[in-house]
């Protein structure tokens, strides 16, 4: 359950590279156990705002603040206070699913005793046991898709990023893993994820839809409907996309 108590904060974040501006002028909040949807065609700004924000990237302007972190001057520690998760899961192939456990979790910086017990946790809960020495290449696609989110929230952060994680799966398979989203949302965990599926944009408390840099809207999924007079959101989308 949204909470109110604000996770990200940004405001008036624009980014340049020499005359092109990439993010203009984006403001928004997005709060704790939230399910925040950043939506935008190819070229909108998604990923440049997302590097901000995960602490890879300087921004050339503007108030920004992750998980209560400043971005200009302590990434370090927002990078430590996060997850994330692309949409090519992330996980080393020629390592088992032990092993890219271990890796990760070193990575977030959790001891060797805390690795060793969480690592038996997760394992017994994605029900793995029998996979836990098999190479990830080896394992189905929908396994993987698990245990690479289970990966980036192994450090429990405050909030995870999630860069088009169900790109190239079935929809049986894109379903059991919004499970898992509502189930960490349902933990305080903000879950901030970009997608272009828009029947996954309705799973989300709130979406932002940005266009050339911008962002056009900002609302819950019913309201935006409302108000652009659409029936789902692939029709409000269309409509944001053609103005």
Not at 92 to 112: C, H, K, P
Not at 169 to 190: C, H
Request: hydrophobic share 40%; charged share 25%; aromatic share 12%.
């Amino acid at each position: 359950m949204v909470d109110r108590k604000t996770i990200i904060k940004v405001n008036g974040l624009v980014k340049m590279y020499g005359n092109f501006t990439a993010n203009d002028n984006l403001s928004f909040e997005v709060y704790k156990g939230e399910i925040f949807g950043f939506l935008g065609a190819n070229g909108a700004g998604k990923t440049t705002a997302i590097r901000i924000l995960c602490g890879l990237s300087y921004p050339t302007s503007g108030e920004i603040e992750v998980a209560g972190y400043d971005a200009y001057t302590q990434r370090e520690k927002i990078k430590s206070n996060i997850g994330y998760m692309s949409q090519k899961f992330s996980l080393y192939e020629d390592l088992t699913v032990r092993e890219n456990i271990r890796f990760y979790a070193g990575i977030y910086g959790l001891s060797d005793s805390e690795i060793r017990g969480k690592t038996d946790i997760l394992i017994d809960k994605l029900d793995l046991k029998k996979a836990a020495n098999k190479l990830v290449k080896d394992i189905p696609l929908g396994w993987k898709q698990k245990l690479a989110f289970s990966v980036a929230v192994f450090h429990d952060p405050k909030l995870v990023f999630l860069d088009e994680p169900t790109g190239g799966v079935d929809p049986i398979t894109r379903r059991k893993f919004w499970e898992l989203i509502y189930d960490t949302a349902k933990k305080g965990v903000t879950v901030f994820v970009t997608t272009h599926y828009m029947d996954e944009a309705e799973y989300c408390d709130r979406i932002s839809v940005m266009s050339e840099g911008r962002i056009e809207a900002l609302d819950t999924p019913a309201n935006l409907k409302t108000k652009y007079s659409a029936s789902n959101m692939d029709e409000v989308f269309l409509k944001i996309a053609r103005n």
